[in-house]
């Protein structure tokens, strides 16, 4: 009797805390659903709260997060960012004293710093154990656009997106934001940085091309960095003088240059035959292990389909690839044009400029350094270094 009135109650109390939860999970999905964003603001570095829950910014705070963007485009690894805020003695946005790279990668992909909210990130499945997990579409997330102050820009937060999958991807080097800008002209190459008088008072970091020493007979001169952002500063007045026809130019042929409704269709037709062509290989399938046939007829009807699907998935990847490096072309023609109708003369250099608006410099041993815009406009100026 004992045993069975401790059963009805824990099944009691097992109901209880499901039903307990479900409310809590509806309530909260639909304060989602409304757009209300709450973060855990004792532990998110940047924001406090607000007197009706709303993220304001902290100014002190905003400008470590900042700092981490700003390292990051200039070159530095997460791991490197966490140890120059360890060394500087910054708490960690949970109070402790040593940062990691995780904490740092988690700040440059936190969409809210840009102003925006994604909502569900996760959820609980199981109201018993109460553990979290990754949504990876398993429950509806929420995107909330403009949602409170920003810290980071826009186009600065979807700059740092970008490096993060050229870096992991391994196509860009993560050094300094010159590296893989600037270009000899004699050879091609790459240049690259180099320490000069690096125990001294007359420490200098140059840029000369990585071949300069290794057989190879380049004549393009070493520049300085401060050499680099005097040239780039120059070019990019003469790029500011031309920009109404350089804007009315990109309005005239936008929607046609960075069209990808027929790659869209292509798509569309390659991936119904490949499902038909899935289907043949089935039913093929099917029928070898239900009646007897020629083995031999069998393997090449089944190598034969298995070719024709290789080849749809291997044109299939080529599309995607095309469709994404339009529309990543596109993001970056709206970034540039964005910041250069912001732009009048410039007398300093500002590292976000560079990376948003240069796509690369060709170094000419002539003395001169045609600076080539992300809207293809090429420049060139003059340098002494010859």
Request: aromatic share 10%; glycine share 6%; with cysteine.
């Amino acid at each position: 009797m004992l045993y069975e009135l401790f059963t009805i109650m824990s099944s009691i109390a097992q109901e209880e805390s499901r039903s307990i939860s479900e409310n809590c999970t509806w309530g909260q999905r639909r304060r989602f659903e409304e757009g209300k964003v709450s973060v855990p603001f004792k532990r998110f570095l940047g924001y406090d709260k607000g007197k009706d829950g709303e993220l304001v910014v902290d100014p002190e705070q905003a400008k470590i997060v900042r700092r981490i963007y700003a390292e990051f485009l200039k070159g530095k690894s997460p791991y490197q960012i966490a140890k120059g805020l360890t060394a500087d003695e910054i708490p960690t946005p949970g109070g402790k004293v040593k940062w990691t790279g995780g904490v740092i990668r988690s700040i440059l992909q936190n969409e809210k710093y840009k102003g925006d909210a994604l909502l569900q990130k996760v959820f609980t499945p199981d109201y018993l154990t109460k553990k979290k997990i990754k949504n990876e579409g398993q429950v509806p997330q929420y995107y909330v656009r403009g949602d409170h102050e920003a810290i980071i820009k826009p186009e600065v937060f979807e700059l740092v997106q970008r490096q993060i999958k050229q870096r992991k991807s391994g196509s860009r080097s993560n050094v300094s934001i010159f590296s893989g800008k600037l270009i000899c002209a004699d050879c091609s190459g790459y240049y690259g940085s180099k320490v000069w008088h690096s125990n001294d008072k007359y420490r200098k970091v140059i840029w000369q091309c990585n071949h300069k020493f290794q057989g190879k007979k380049c004549t393009t001169p070493t520049l300085s960095e401060t050499e680099i952002k005097e040239l780039f500063i120059r070019a990019l007045n003469k790029l500011i003088f031309c920009k109404s026809e350089i804007i009315a130019s990109y309005e005239d042929i936008n929607g046609t240059i960075f069209a990808t409704e027929a790659l869209e269709q292509e798509l569309a037709e390659i991936t119904d035959k490949m499902k038909e062509t899935d289907e043949k290989m089935a039913e093929l399938i099917t029928q070898n292990a239900s009646f007897a046939v020629d083995q031999a007829v069998y393997d090449k009807k089944y190598a034969k389909l298995t070719r024709a699907y290789d080849s749809l998935m291997m044109r299939r990847n080529n599309v995607v690839a095309e469709i994404t490096e339009k529309q990543e072309k596109e993001k970056d023609m709206q970034r540039f044009l964005k910041r250069l109708k912001t732009l009048d003369a410039v007398t300093e250099f500002e590292d976000e400029i560079w990376i948003l608006l240069l796509e690369s410099v060709t170094i000419h041993s002539q003395g001169t350094a045609d600076f080539k815009f992300v809207d293809g406009t090429v420049i060139s100026v003059e340098h002494e270094s010859h």
